[in-house]
């Protein structure tokens, strides 16, 4: 009896092992030493399209060849027999229509003789999870290709942008040297030697003057655009009436309104607290909104300005007006510069009857002039139609004491290479102990221009070292031990992609940051500076300050990498 219970426990026991090795996704084999199958488990068996009993007669001999170095099954049974385990990737052919590339893990089991009595095999496939590797490396790579394209395309923007702010600004200077004479000349007249002149040429020289005072107002907002976007708008802040002031841009506007029987409503909350602002720059700001209602507003119609303290801190001001409204897709670019809104020519209203089209500039003041104050400034309507008119509401909101440190020293300006050698400093300075000691930057580029750049801008925290060639500059970063490289993808005799597998191949730069800087950007240049071992990509012509937040990061990067954890 207990001879036969044994029995039955140990089959129960077999079985209950066999269950498990076929619920396994992975393909199990067992092998005789020599490499004759013995056993499979169920998902081993479907990949093998074969009974069990009909493979007991087969070896995996002729099945298995490594991948990295094209072992087969002797080498790999013998390392197995040997040393007691095996694992490595390997192409497993399981039969004539199905080779895997897998994972192969091999152990040997030893018998009650101390010796191995079989070997067992597990095969992961990773053909799938292989292929999903390389498409997401490839998309990592392509991040970066377009990671760098935005950069420069930003660049390029920033460059534009600059540009056109330095034209508008000398552009506007020198055409108020002969607006001054223009204006003069024809105010003399008109004031002091109408009866030396025929009324025809009278009429003539206030033409002139019209037109002057008109292109006057045009060169102040180009001047103000300028100095909004270089954040110069001088102020002259003062305790006012802020309902006061929009009264008397009312007042000056009606002339207009009158002409077109448009009438403009106030709904201002009594005992509204003084505002601490630019008189001004606040009458510009009511006198562009106002203009606007009542240009893109129909004749015999009716525009509404509301003022009322809201959470007791700031004004909330609206301009309600009754015209055609605004499209969608303009509202989310009524406030950039030279955009000007809608189409007169679009209203029912005769065209003639407007007061035209403009520069485009008003609204974008108006938000710089609102933000200068610590406010804000949006836009609703419904959409544009020219049946309905379901009109326009603009809203700013602006603090009644502004929190904000005036300036009305309009030349007074910090450079920008000032502000970011400071930051710069400031953020080296918590990457040492030792803030007196400067962490070093070794620059390996030939470009004086470029290395030039980098010293203006980085000199005030960083040690720099220049090496205008390959093979100084891997001298340089073996012996100098740099805290980070700049490094040019194009350098005579030794290139920038040798160099740094160069310097990723030693222990003493293995782990030192790298930022290759190129005017190239091309797929395949971007990939092969990364594929070297890059840990950035920085576009020529560069920023300086895009130049020091990639520095930092990469610096914070790697300190935060040799913290204890």
């Known amino acids: 009896m207990p001879n036969s219970y044994s029995m039955t426990a140990r089959d129960s026991q077999r079985d209950l092992y066999r269950q498990i090795i076929d619920a396994i996704d992975d393909c199990v084999i067992v092998t005789a030493p020599s490499g004759l199958i013995r056993e499979v488990n169920a998902a081993a068996a479907r990949r093998f399209g074969a009974a069990e009993n009909t493979l007991r007669t087969t070896s ?206 106030c709904d201002f909350d009594e005992n509204l607290p003084k505002f601490y602002g630019d008189r001004m720059r606040m009458q510009q700001v009511f006198t562009n909104l106002l203009s606007n209602a009542l240009k893109y507003s129909p004749d015999n119609s009716e525009v509404r300005i509301r003022m009322f303290i809201e959470g007791g801190e700031r004004f909330h001001v609206i301009v309600i007006d009754k015209g055609i409204g605004i499209d969608k897709s303009e509202q989310t670019r009524i406030f950039d510069p030279f955009y000007e809104v809608g189409n007169a020519l679009r209203h029912s209203t005769d065209f003639a009857k407007f007061m035209g089209g403009g520069t485009g500039l008003g609204l974008s003041i108006v938000k710089g002039i609102i933000e200068r104050h610590g406010g804000r400034i949006w836009v609703y309507s419904t959409g544009m139609d020219e049946q309905t008119f379901p009109g326009s509401e603009f809203h700013f909101v602006v603090p009644v004491q502004p929190k904000i440190s005036w300036d009305d020293n309009e030349t007074r300006s910090i450079s920008l290479s000032t502000i970011q050698d400071q930051e710069a400093a400031g953020r080296a300075a918590q990457l040492n102990e030792h803030p007196d000691i400067k962490p070093t930057i070794l620059i390996i580029d030939d470009d004086r221009e470029a290395i030039e750049i980098c010293k203006m801008v980085l000199g005030a925290a960083f040690d720099i070292l220049v090496a205008e060639s390959g093979e100084n500059g891997l001298r340089m970063a073996f012996t100098r031990n740099p805290a980070l490289i700049l490094l040019d993808l194009y350098m005579p005799g030794l290139d920038g992609i040798r160099i740094c597998r160069l310097l990723r191949s030693q222990d003493e730069t293995r782990d030192v940051p790298i930022a290759f800087f190129s005017a190239g950007t091309q797929s395949d240049e971007v990939q092969q500076c990364f594929a070297s071992g890059a840990d950035d990509f920085i576009v020529k012509p560069f920023s300086g300050k895009e130049l020091i937040d990639k520095i930092w990061r990469l610096l914070m990067k790697k300190k935060e990498t040799e913290m204890p954890p």
Request: glycine share 6%; with cysteine; hydrophobic share 40%.
């Open 60 to 265: 995996v001999e002729g099945r298995v060849e490594a991948v990295d170095d094209g072992r087969g099954w002797p080498e790999i049974r013998r390392e197995i027999l040997g040393g007691g385990s095996y694992r490595g990737r390997v192409h497993f052919r399981f039969n004539n229509a199905d080779e895997s590339y897998c994972t192969l893990t091999g152990h040997r089991i030893i018998g009650d003789r101390d010796e191995a009595e079989a070997i067992v095999l597990t095969l992961r496939d990773i053909a799938e999870s292989q292929k999903v590797m390389i498409e997401l490396e490839q998309k990592n790579l392509e991040m970066a290709r377009m990671n760098s394209e935005l950069v420069r395309t930003n660049a390029e923007l920033k460059r534009v942008s600059e540009l056109k702010s330095n034209f508008l600004s000398i552009a506007s200077h020198e055409l108020k040297t002969p607006l001054t004479s223009i204006k003069g000349y024809s105010e003399i007249i008109i004031e002091n030697m109408k009866d030396a002149v025929n009324a025809s040429v009278f009429r003539m020289i206030e033409s002139i003057a019209r037109a002057a005072d008109r292109l006057h107002k045009v060169i102040n907002n180009m001047l103000d655009v300028t100095r909004i976007e270089q954040k110069r708008l001088r102020l002259n802040p003062e305790q006012m009436d802020l309902a006061v002031a929009a009264r008397e841009c009312i007042e000056e506007l009606g002339q207009f309104s009158t002409k077109r029987n448009i009438r403009i409503l």
